[in-house]
């Protein structure tokens, strides 16, 4: 289960850090949602709806994780609560990327993490 929980974990840090947003904790949920969304949208060529699509499902993953970081403070729990939060990110992605997008996107998530 730890192995699991670190590397979804893992997963999520790469994925944040290949798209070139640093961990610092003076950057606001706002600006890397932004920047990965500037991201996927220069990779994918996305168009600016679909921009702001994946733009609102990663500040609704911030928004879950602060949710939980807040209702789960020192418990056992909170591991598991922020990786559920993540685990919605592709599925979301799905509901604002076309197909074909979505597939180019998990195709490059994949090397990424065989990268890894």
């Given at each position: 289960?730890?192995?699991?929980?670190?590397?979804?974990?893992?997963?999520?840090?790469?994925?944040?850090?290949?798209?070139?947003?640093?961990?610092?904790?003076?950057?606001?949920?706002?600006?890397?949602?932004?920047?990965?969304?500037?991201?996927?949208?220069?990779?994918?060529?996305?168009?600016?709806?679909?921009?702001?699509?994946?733009?609102?499902?990663?500040?609704?993953?911030?928004?879950?994780?602060?949710?939980?970081?807040?209702q789960y403070v020192g418990s056992d729990s909170l591991t598991r609560f922020i990786q559920q939060a993540e685990g919605k990110r592709d599925s979301l992605y799905r509901t604002?990327?076309?197909?074909?997008?979505?597939?180019?996107?998990?195709?490059?998530?994949?090397?990424?993490?065989?990268?890894?």
């Open positions: 289960m730890k192995s699991k929980i670190f590397l979804s974990l893992s997963l999520s840090l790469a994925l944040l850090s290949s798209f070139g947003i640093s961990a610092q904790s003076s950057t606001t949920a706002e600006q890397i949602a932004e920047r990965i969304a500037q991201k996927m949208k220069d990779s994918l060529n996305l168009t600016s709806q679909q921009k702001t699509g994946v733009y609102n499902v990663n500040m609704y993953i911030a928004n879950q994780k602060a949710l939980a970081r807040q604002v990327i076309p197909d074909s997008l979505y597939q180019i996107y998990r195709q490059k998530k994949r090397t990424l993490i065989s990268a890894n």
